[in-house]
């Protein structure tokens, strides 16, 4: 029996193929598609995704009208990471109802501060802010206070300004650095850099506090100043980070970013060291595909949804009009053991 919303396609939808994709009967996807009582809210969903991912278009009856706007504000798009954020933003907001709004910076467009003003002005609920200013140390905080002073609600991923009374979602960054160094220590590593972003960012001070505190504990390193480089959060950055840590007998390279990973095992490919049988790379991120490398990269997973369902929770409790929240919430990252890592230098004692 065919589906007669219509294809956006060529061809026409058939109940049989939908309930094989959504593992449902093609009965209860009929009670779906034409609106009918006694089916599940997950079954109802299941249908629609189904539906989705064959590329049909739903129904009028099934679009949901939206309860409002929400403002997303991410940086570029070209890190993997940034798009794994925005798809469960949107995907997840869209399950409560309401309409994200994606604003994309980057090099050379419009600023975070340009975004705001337009997402404002468009009467939006609310405003998400990933890996934002809030994330820069030297940036002005009360671009976000006035923002709040207008009644706008916000939420803030991957960062943290103590003067501001906003919510803040954030992987832990400490512990991140502390589960990649022990691994290589347990690996037998005993010469670990990191290679980092910019030092004035949030994210990049916290990965140093953990990596200098494992360090310490592990290896009763205290002066690892010379094992610590900066760069950009690019494969090139992480190439050129890599380059100085690799002249500095390191065999073993934590990386600020699964980007940086890259560039890592490139600068150690440029010297002729493999990876992992001379150089061990940990990446960060766990971005989509990174588990497709050569070789596949041992990383730290961010971990995207959990972060994304509190952060939306958050916001919505307080375009509802709930008190807003002063705190951070941390969110634990799991440690991913792939192919970029493997036993240290044989240490002759």
Known sequence: MPYNGGPTGNGVARLA???????????TVSRVLNGKPGVSAATRQAVLVALDLMGYERPQRLRQRSHGLIGLVTPELDNPIFPAFAQAFEKTLTQHGYTPLLCTQLPGGAVEDEF???????????????????????????????????????????????????????P??????RLAVQHLVDLGHERIG???????????????????QAMAQLLGATEVDGLISHSLFSVEGGQAAAAQLLERGCTGIV?????????????????????????????????????????PLTTV?????????????????????APAQQSELIFQPEFIVRGSTG?????VR
Do not use: W
């Not at 832990?172 to 650095?177: L, S």
């Open 17 to 27: 193929d939908i309930a094989a994709q959504a593992g449902v009967s093609e009965a």
């Open 116 to 170: 705001t003003e337009l997402l404002v002005e468009r009467g939006v609920s609310g405003i998400i802010f990933v890996s934002g200013l809030h994330a820069d140390t030297t940036a002005r905080s009360d671009r976000y206070t006035q923002l709040i002073g207008q009644g706008v609600p916000i939420v803030l991923l991957n960062g943290h300004a103590d003067d501001v009374p906003a919510p803040f979602i954030s």
């Open 172 to 177: 832990d960054d400490r512990a991140a650095a």
């Open 194 to 212: 990191l290679a980092v972003g910019p030092r004035r960012f949030v994210p990049v001070i916290r990965k140093i506090e953990g990596y200098r």
């Open 255 to 295: 990386c600020a970013s699964d980007l940086m990973a890259l560039g890592a095992i490139r600068a150690c490919r440029d010297r002729g060291l493999s990876v992992p049988g001379e150089v061990s790379v940990v990446g960060y991120d766990d971005s989509p595909l990174i588990a497709f490398t050569d070789p």
């Open 301 to 321: 997973r961010q971990p995207v949804q959990s972060m994304v369902t509190a952060a939306v929770h958050t916001l919505l409790e307080a375009v509802s009009g």
């Open 343 to 347: 036993s240290g230098p044989k240490v």
